[in-house]
């Protein structure tokens, strides 16, 4: 008599489709993501409420995004924010334009109200796929819960690879609602997305033969060398090769600013010895950083005698702000590793001693007084951390001094908002920083007014216990704006005064008290010190208002569509 052929196994219960999205989270390895619930995605936050996935509660959208967004900053991971339809969605375009300008891997989750609706202005519709589509890396408008995880892999896949940014899944209400076979495991089928990584051998000998011609060479280090982790590779090749490195805003810590070679930053407020050094180049290797207008000023000038070389992973940025005399599409870490395989060095001598004697004539400097400058908290703050803290600022004249002052040796130490100059980025960034990296001392340096446009995510810090450390250089102005008028408008301020009164406005310290976060006033300058121990030794977050007056300008400083023969140094 045949054996009984065995029943079948029962197939798997059919699940929601949002219960789906976030098993596909789960399986890309998300612990943690920033959501705000709604009508358009509460079948979301109740799948979610069933998840490991922790949920941090932003008090604003805008401050979701920032945080995902610093979280992706501090971990090199890809952050994750979620929002309902309408106004929770557009309160997310900051945040994703923040993180399109500066190459940051976020992945983007939106409600949408169901399928029907579309298109009919529907309570809380918005074209959130339209509205974002000159501000992501790419988006998706899921139609059927089956195409979820191939949709998930792939959103993640994009958001990473490649020159990284930001990607959005679009849900519709009703596609959350319906049931579909609970499968997590996507496929990436991109047929016209593709990423060339690596260099030729022919390439790499064309950059060993200008350097070998070259009489003063110059590095430029962008945000590439951080993505691609290239750091440890970039320091062999300038040892190596005996070539001082400056680095972008975004490329701070890409290069140990003790060493010798560095030269700090570039730009605007860069220092006066690395605009020198490569204008006065005669070859520049720009490996990872997009020759943005705030590092040339006017560009048609910017090393006008020098050869070119421009080595990024993104096609498009070749050629695009700055003619290239040698454009090498790839990822900074392979050809860096190429080069290391047989040094070049030479001594160049002369080239050495013109930028020691600049650094020596024009050094960063301000006038130190019996007041509180806004430098020298910096500097304190650098020392009693012994410069090993990371430092997320707003957007402002605090942002620069964090740059100039603080001392960066290592790579997402210096977290800031560069292509969109974001106000409002630091509080819930320099939160979403500490969340990704528990075990840092991670503070926010801010200005009164940037501190301003997201300080109810005080709430969030103390809700979720977030033990970022905040410090607001108060004086009472939109301080970069005001420096402006200053300069080009002869004093006359257009809205950019924040005092009423002869009284701090408003008292930061009593608001982070009704937050429950501990707080000091700080108004002179023996007070600076103790009060910065004070706020180090706290458990928790703390918050300290450090009253300046508005005195001081970021120097130096080369005007919009200057070049660096324009630099303002008093």
Avoid at 100 to 105: E, G, K, L, R
Wanted: net charge neutral.
């Amino acid at each position: 008599m045949a054996p009984k052929a065995k029943p079948a196994a029962a197939p798997a219960p059919m699940i929601k489709g949002a219960e789906l999205l976030v098993r596909c989270l789960e399986h890309q390895g998300v612990d943690l993501l920033f959501a705000y619930p709604g009508g358009a995605a509460l079948e979301l936050h109740q799948a979610l409420s069933k998840s490991k996935i922790r949920v941090v509660l932003p008090r604003h959208e805008q401050g979701g995004a920032f945080a995902a967004d610093g979280y992706a900053r501090a971990s090199g991971r890809i952050g994750v924010c979620m929002a309902t339809s309408g106004p929770g969605a557009t309160n997310l375009l900051t945040g994703i334009a923040d993180a399109y300008m500066d190459s940051i891997p976020v992945v983007v989750i939106t409600g949408q109200v169901p399928q029907r609706l579309i298109g009919k202005n529907a309570f809380q519709e918005t074209d959130i796929i339209g509205m974002t589509r000159p501000i992501i890396k790419h988006s998706f408008l899921v139609l059927d819960p089956a195409d979820i995880p191939d949709i998930v892999a792939e959103a993640f896949h994009i958001a990473a690879s490649g020159r990284p940014g930001p990607v959005m899944i679009d849900i519709p209400k009703d596609v959350q609602q319906k049931l579909v076979a609970p499968c997590v495991t996507g496929k990436v089928t991109l047929r016209a997305y593709s990423v060339r990584s690596a260099c030729s051998d022919a390439e790499v000998e064309q950059v060993r033969s200008l350097i070998q011609a070259a009489k003063r060479p110059c590095i430029i280090a962008g945000g590439g060398i951080i993505t691609s982790g290239a750091h440890m590779e970039l320091r062999k090749f300038a040892e190596s090769y005996n070539i001082p490195v400056t680095t972008t805003l975004m490329g701070v810590g890409s290069f140990p600013e003790s060493h010798p070679l560095s030269l700090k930053w570039l730009g605007m407020h860069g220092t006066f010895y690395a605009n020198y050094a490569a204008n006065e180049c005669d070859l520049l290797l720009n490996i990872g950083a997009r020759f943005d207008d705030r590092v040339t000023g006017n560009v048609a000038h910017f090393a006008e005698h020098a050869k070119i070389v421009h080595i990024d992973i993104d096609p498009s940025e070749i050629n695009k702000n700055k003619k290239a005399d040698l454009g090498i599409i790839c990822d900074a870490k392979d050809i860096l590793r190429k080069l290391n395989r047989k040094p070049l060095r030479q001594d160049y001598a002369a080239w050495h001693r013109q930028i020691a004697e600049w650094k020596k004539t024009h050094p960063l400097t301000y006038v130190k007084d019996n007041q509180i400058q806004p430098q020298f908290v910096v500097e304190t703050l650098c020392e009693l951390t012994k410069g090993k803290a990371i430092i997320v600022p707003g957007v402002g004249q605090h942002q620069m001094w964090s740059a100039q002052y603080y001392r960066f040796e290592r790579p997402r130490q210096f977290l800031t908002s560069g292509g969109l100059g974001s106000m409002g980025f630091g509080t819930p960034a320099a939160m979403g920083a500490k969340l990704a990296c528990p075990d840092a001392l991670v503070i926010n340096i801010d200005g009164d007014g940037s501190f301003q446009m997201n300080i109810q995510e005080l709430g969030t810090i103390h809700t979720e216990n977030i033990g970022v450390k905040m410090i607001v250089l108060n004086n009472q102005h939109l301080g970069m704006v005001a420096q402006w008028e200053d300069r080009f408008y002869g004093s006359n301020r257009g809205n950019t005064v924040l005092k009423v009164g002869n009284h701090p406005y408003p008292e930061f310290v009593q608001i982070a008290k009704g937050y429950r976060i501990p707080g000091l006033d700080v108004w002179k300058r023996d007070e600076v010190r103790p009060a910065i121990r004070k706020m180090l030794e706290t458990d928790g977050p703390f918050l300290l208002d450090v009253h300046v007056e508005y005195l001081e300008h970021v120097l130096p400083m080369i005007p919009a569509g200057g070049s660096y023969l324009n630099i303002i140094l008093e």
